[in-house]
Structure formats: C-alpha cells, structure tokens
C-alpha cells in the first residue's frame, strides 16, 4: 500500500509540474480529423509519468524486466515525445516500434507461453509477439482519442492483475507502481482534461503493457491469454476498426473518428463513455480472466466471449466505417 500512496502522489506532482512547463511553453494537441476535443489543449503530459516509472525501474528494478524497459521505453518515449514536438513521419516511427519490441524480445531471451494447456516456443512464437509488441503500441495511441480512455486502461489492467493473485514479483511491483503513477496522471485528464499525455505516453504505455503482460506469461504468474482478456476494450476496438477501414477500402492510415469509443463519445460524451468502458471491464472481462485461471483449457471460448459484448457494440454504432459528420 505504500508502494502505491508512493506511486500516487509522485504522478500527480509529476502530472502538475509537467501541466505547468507545458502551459508555459504553448504546447498543445491542436483540432485535427482525428481529435474529440473542442478546443487546443496541452499536452505532453506523459512525459511526467514517464520519467517516474523509468525511475522505479531504474531504483528498484531488478530480474529479465529491467533493461527491456529501459531501454525500449526509453527510446519509445523518445520517439513519441519528438513526434509530439516535430511530427515524426510515420515509416521512421514504424521503423522504431519494430526494432524495440525486437531488441526486448532479444533481451528476455528464450521464450515460452503456455496457452490453454499448450507450451508454445520458436520462432513462431517469437514473430507473434512481435506483432503484438508492434500492435499495441501503435493501438494505444489509436484509441488515446478522448479524456481518460488510456490511463483508465492501464488502471482497468492494474486491477485485473492483482484480482488474478500478481502480487509478488517485480512484474506486478511494476503494473502497481504504474497504474498508481498514471492514477495521479488521471486527476488531470479526465473529462474535461487538462492535459493529453501525447503520443510520450501513449506508446510508452502501449509498450509497457506488452512487456508486462509478457513477462507475468513467462514466469506463470497471469496468463497471456488472461492479460489478452483484460485488454479486451482496447485491442478488439483497434483491430476491428481497421479491419473495416481496409475491407471497405479507406485511407485507413489517415486520421479519422470511427472508432467504437469515439463513437459512444459523441452520443454520450467522454467521462460517460470512459465510465461504461469501466463497468464492462469490471462486470464481465474481471470474471472471464478467472476463467482463464479455472479453466484454462477453454481460454478460446473465454476470449470470444469477452469480445462479444464490443463486436456488437461495434456492429451496432458502424465502427471503422465512413463518419458522416468529420471535423473540420
């Protein structure tokens, strides 16, 4: 409990100071075709919760964890905050997101996953993951698009790891100490926020639930698949709004408002819409990652059965397809 209170009040005073340098320097996420909110806000805001959890792992850090996130948040971070100041082009960013989940990967060495009651290993598993690293990385920024959704995701994961019993280790040290910081992050972004956290944060946070969830896998600790259930909302939201955009033939790299959650947030508002996310985490995917845990052989019916509720959601509101209303 301490671990948190300490996690806590460091992300607010890192959240206030960094609002603060932010305001003073004009830094603000402009209206663009992708934006939700009304009028230029600051942002940049994961630069201070950032540099607090780097420091935890830096102070306290110790095990197969250490150096992959150091080193591949680092650089993420980096990478995000030059994209917020300057506007990295896209391929340079990919370019980057693809060498750091490699390089981690290399760092934790072999791997092994047990999924359902088989052990997977090789090369194959080694790509899959990679793809995922690459993947949530970019989805967390997809789905950073209103106030409160991705801090709120990380606590939602947070929770669910310590209901699965991940209490010992420096993985669920991390996962706590994490969503504890981004706790403090969240008195300022939530609706209406007064602050983003950029794509600093939002790929830095998008790696580090990857390399998390990986190693809690590794050590039997919370199973992958269990992890996978918990980041239902932002993974099925992700990938089902651009398998439509490609299916139905849009520019699905240009920026857009199609996604699930924007479109509950322009019917119901922001807070409304982060509130429903939560109850849904909390109602139904806390029970199916215990599932996971009872019965493990069944892990593919426990996944489609946490999707189910968003593949309606997503049908019924026309995620990933043409918004008749853009801004701008």
């Known amino acids: 409990m301490s671990l ?26 402009e209206l663009n075709l992708r934006s939700s909110h009304e009028v230029p806000t600051p942002t940049l805001g994961g630069v201070g919760f950032v540099l607090v959890i780097l420091g ?59 999924v359902g009651q088989t052990v997977l290993s090789g090369v194959g598993l080694a790509v899959a993951l990679w793809l995922i690293g690459v993947w949530f990385i970019n989805l967390y920024n997809f789905m950073d698009g209103i106030d409160g959704i991705a801090a709120t995701q990380w606590l939602i994961y947070s929770g669910g790891v310590g209901l699965l019993g991940a209490t010992d280790g420096f993985a669920a040290e991390l ?12 008195i300022f972004n939530w609706a209406p926020a ?16 990857w390399m998390v969830a990986l190693a809690l896998a590794v050590t039997e600790t919370v199973p992958f698949v269990a992890s996978m259930v918990l980041l239902t909302v932002f993974w099925f939201d992700a990938t089902y709004t651009l398998g439509v955009r490609i299916v139905t033939g849009q520019a699905f790299a240009s920026a857009h408002r199609s996604h699930l959650y924007q479109r509950l947030a322009q019917r119901l508002g922001h807070g409304t819409t982060v509130v429903i996310f939560v109850g849904y985490a909390v109602g139904w995917l806390y029970p199916l990652s215990v599932a996971v845990l009872k019965a493990p052989q069944w892990w593919l019916c426990w996944v489609v059965l946490g999707c189910t509720p968003m593949a309606a959601a997503c049908w019924r509101t026309g995620a990933g397809r043409l918004d008749p209303s853009p801004a701008g």
């Open 194 to 209: 007064r602050i983003f956290m950029g794509d600093v944060g939002s790929g830095f946070l998008g790696f580090l639930v």
């Open 56 to 114: 935890f792992v830096v102070v306290l850090g110790e095990g197969m964890l250490v150096l992959p996130v150091l080193l591949g948040g680092g650089v993420l971070a980096g990478l995000g905050l030059a994209d917020d100041l300057l506007h990295v082009p896209p391929g340079i960013r990919l370019v980057g997101h693809c060498t750091m989940v490699a390089a981690a990967l290399w760092l934790l060495g072999g791997t092994e996953l047990i």
């Open 4 to 29: 948190l209170g300490i996690g806590f009040c460091l992300g607010v005073l890192a959240s206030w100071v960094t609002l603060i340098v932010v305001r003073s320097s004009g830094v603000v996420a």
């Open 175 to 186: 996962v706590w100490f994490a969503g504890a910081v981004v706790g403090g992050f969240l």
